[in-house]
T-cell receptor, first 111, second 114 residues
Framework: GDSVTQMEGPVTLSEEAFLTINCTYT??????LFWYVQYPGEGLQLLLKATKADDKGSNKGFEATYRKETTSFHLEKGSVQVSDSAVYFCALISNGNQFYFGTGTSLTVIP | DTGVSQDPRHKITKRGQNVTFRCDPI?????LYWYRQTLGQGPEFLTY????????KSRLLSDRFSAERPKGSFSTLEIQRTEQGDSAMYLC????????????FGEGSRLTVL
């Protein structure tokens, strides 16, 4: 079945460091891929998405490229800020209407 | 505020009791989802409505769980004869059929079963 595997955390970085959170997927069909973010005390919200191979999603300085050949959708940011501290979830939707989420990666950015 | 709202935010109950959670989606959204999230895990799909029709249910949803969306607006999730293993965060999300790629989540209802 469809599934998402993402890098386990927690991840702690200094401000302005480079961030990568790995995500790989297994899916039947042609999935759309997402990154959701959950800030402390808030609900999950969409960060970025890509709907087909080689698409790059971007938002708030974060980027992720849909790589069909490696079944990956790694999240990157060149320079993290304290305000980026949150839990990040990789997700996919394939043929059905179910979203499949990864287990989440907690990021803490220290000044 | 026109976001997704859930009520109650936190419910503590004794094992064997019934509990009900309510979700009010964004008004123009015709799709509504329920997810369950436990500590250190991502959201797990429970069930999905398009308007008032329940179109999909996860195998995780035992017969003690029932969900309704009677008029295609708000939804309720009831858990009967609660067990300690039901302790989790229950998340509601909505979307519209034009942009099914984005789910709008509520802040969740946390259930603690003693």
């Amino acid at each position: 079945g469809d599934s998402v595997t993402q890098m386990e955390g927690p991840v702690t970085l200094s401000e302005e460091a480079f961030l990568t959170i790995n995500c790989t997927y297994t899916a039947t069909g042609y999935p759309s891929l997402f990154w959701y973010v959950q800030y402390p005390g808030e609900g999950l919200q969409l960060l970025l998405k890509a709907t087909k191979a080689d698409d790059k999603g971007s938002n708030k300085g974060f980027e992720a490229t849909y790589r069909k050949e490696t079944t990956s959708f790694h999240l990157e940011k060149g320079s993290v800020q304290v305000s980026d501290s949150a839990v990040y979830f990789c997700a996919l939707i394939s043929n059905g209407n179910q979203f499949y989420f990864g287990t989440g990666t907690s990021l803490t950015v220290i000044p | 505020d026109t976001g997704v709202s859930q009520d109650p935010r936190h419910k503590i109950t004794k094992r064997g009791q019934n509990v009900t959670f309510r979700c009010d989606p964004i008004s123009e959204h015709n799709r509504l989802y329920w997810y369950r999230q436990t500590l250190g895990q991502g959201p797990e799909f429970l069930t999905y409505f398009q308007n008032e029709a329940q179109l999909e249910k996860s195998r995780l949803l035992s017969d003690r769980f029932s969900a309704e969306r009677p008029k295609g607006s708000f939804s309720t999730l009831e858990i009967q004869r609660t067990e300690q293993g039901d302790s989790a965060m229950y998340l509601c999300a909505s979307s519209n059929s034009v942009n099914t790629g984005e789910l709008f989540f509520g802040e969740g209802s946390r259930l603690t079963v003693l």
